[in-house]
């Protein structure tokens, strides 16, 4: 069993950034491949970017490609999302997630636990 907790969401100005952060429990932290997925009201849940248990393959939906950054630090059970030049586009509740097997870390359906969430929200 691995619990996820999100932080770091809030509210910032287009073109701004936040740094989210998830802290697993357990041990087995670097077992898991790590994921980001965002929620806008009313839409479906996307791809936002992913971690392979290694640290060293990393994905990124294109809407966010070179502007959000995702990073692992094993020691300290954590998954980082540095978001960077945030649009309006961006506004969204922010889910970590955790994935054993590792086969497809774009779809949702195939990650063992999520976090709670943590909502971001960028003004104009």
């Known amino acids: 069993q691995v619990q996820l907790v999100e932080s770091g969401g809030g509210l910032v100005q287009a073109g701004g950034s936040l740094r989210l952060s998830c802290v697993a429990s357990?041990?087995?932290?670097?077992?898991?491949?790590m994921g980001w997925f965002r929620q806008a009201p009313g839409k479906e849940r996307v791809f936002v970017a992913a971690?392979?248990?290694?640290?060293?393959?990393?994905y990124y939906a294109d809407s966010v490609n070179g502007r959000f950054t995702i990073a692992r630090d094993d020691a300290k059970n954590t998954v980082y999302l540095q978001m960077n030049n945030l649009k309006p586009d961006d506004p969204a509740v922010y889910y970590c997630?955790?994935?054993?097997?590792?086969?497809?870390?774009?779809?949702?359906?195939?990650?063992?636990?999520w976090g709670q969430g943590t909502q971001v929200t960028v003004s104009s």
């Open positions: 997630a955790a994935d054993l097997k590792g086969a497809n870390l774009r779809l949702a359906q195939l990650y063992d636990y």
């Open positions: 357990g041990r087995t932290f670097s077992s898991y491949a």
């Open positions: 971690i392979r248990r290694s640290g060293d393959s990393t």
